[in-house]
């Protein structure tokens, strides 16, 4: 097996004058390719952590390697080629532009100014930015926008590694939500070995491949994939952690797409209406939905029957709630619980793919 792209084995650091470790004896790797997150309270030894991996902070002992190299015995700015940083306030320079800012390492590299050019280009163009706005300043641009200059400045000589030390963490939640998302999906375009500092859980759990728990005092008390963690919280730290609603935020990270659809209780438009009561009956409910194949063009309840000769056309309540195939269980949920019909209809565009009432969604964290 090849050697992970970060590895702390044993790190501690004690700051001079402290009588109590910020970082204890903490060992976990970060494989090439994956979002790490290192999530726990206020002072639990997160950034300290992270300073340590870019050697701005020495350790007391211990040793760290990132790609390959030992990060102690090598030069500092050696090991920080390979590392891109965004802070939490961006710490981007108010009186340098947009570019000039992606720019900063670059620069330093003492790439021709082309080369840079055409890269500052390409990062604003990756991070969802105007080129226009390479000519601005950072105050005039809004704080979403520049956490994705950040980024973008971290990813500018393209290093390996990405630390990440609480990057969303001054913006509002809608644009912290949608910044994760674009996080994500740019990983999937970069593919790069992150360690991203939080301490909201939820956002560990949605951005990591593997969560980090860390208790006071820089202990390490749980470390593994969040889905493993959500289920099996290996004490009362890391269960009260995760929350009264740690069920909910499993639900969070099944896919729709990967259960099983129930067909419903659907008949055509046409069928007679004994069908309607021998489908409803069958799934225990009071009303049917009518469609047919991948269609599905609203509901009535079995009430609204009894004068009529087949199931008709018009009329039809439409399902309030449609479900995108690309949601979570916990979506689904959402959608059951809001619906006149306690199911939730699936669709994967317009299609009809099937329904999903609560049993059936209790069900996947059952297991
Ligand atoms: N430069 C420093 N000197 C002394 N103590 C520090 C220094 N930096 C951090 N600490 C202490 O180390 C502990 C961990 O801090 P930090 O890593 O910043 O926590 P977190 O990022 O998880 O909030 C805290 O108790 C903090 O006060
Ligand atoms: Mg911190």
């Not at 090991?79 to 570019?99: A, E, K, N, S």
Request: with cysteine; hydrophobic share 45%; charged share 25%.
């Amino acid at each position: 097996m090849s050697e992970p792209m970060i590895r702390l084995e044993n790190v501690s650091k004690v700051f001079p004058g402290s009588e109590v470790p910020a970082v204890a004896d903490l060992s976990f790797d970060v494989p090439e390719g994956e979002i790490v997150v290192l999530v726990g309270p206020s002072g639990c030894g997160k950034t300290t952590t992270l300073k340590m991996i870019n050697r701005i902070i020495e350790p007391t002992s211990g040793s760290i390697r990132v790609a390959g190299m030992d990060a102690v015995g090598t030069e500092p700015h050696i090991l920080r080629r390979q590392i891109g940083y965004v802070i939490q306030q961006t710490g981007l320079f108010p009186h340098r532009t947009i570019g000039q800012n992606i720019a900063t390492v670059p620069k330093l590299l003492g790439w021709d100014k082309v080369r840079i050019e055409d890269r500052v280009a390409e990062l604003i163009e990756l991070v969802g930015l105007e080129v226009e706005m390479a000519e601005r300043y950072p105050a005039e641009l809004s704080g979403g926008q520049q956490q994705r200059v950040g980024v973008a400045r971290a990813l500018a000589a393209d290093p390996p590694v990405l630390l990440m030390d609480e990057p969303f963490g001054a913006v509002d939640p809608i644009v912290r939500a949608r910044l994760q998302d674009e996080l994500l999906r740019l990983q999937e375009r970069v593919k790069k070995t992150i360690v991203f500092v939080t301490h909201d859980i939820d956002e560990a759990i949605q951005l990591g491949d593997r969560v980090a728990i860390l208790n006071i005092g820089g202990v390490l008390e749980q470390f593994g994939p969040p889905e493993q963690i959500l289920r099996d919280p290996v004490n009362d730290f890391v269960a009260e952690f995760l929350g009264t609603d740690r069920g909910l935020k499993r639900l969070s990270l099944i896919p729709i797409r990967e259960v099983a659809l129930d067909t419903g209780p659907v008949v055509a438009p046409g069928d007679p209406i004994s069908a309607a009561h021998h489908v409803a009956e069958r799934y225990g409910v009071d009303w049917v939905a009518v469609g047919s194949r991948n269609d599905l063009y609203g509901w009535l309840p079995l009430d609204q029957l009894v004068e009529m000769q087949a199931i008709p056309t018009d009329g039809l309540i439409p399902f309030k709630t449609s479900l995108s195939v690309d949601g979570s269980l916990k979506e689904a949920l959402d959608a059951v619980v809001s619906s006149h019909t306690r199911v939730a209809a699936v669709f994967d565009g317009d299609r009809y793919l099937g329904m999903l009432t609560a049993e059936r969604i209790s069900e996947e964290i059952v297991q």
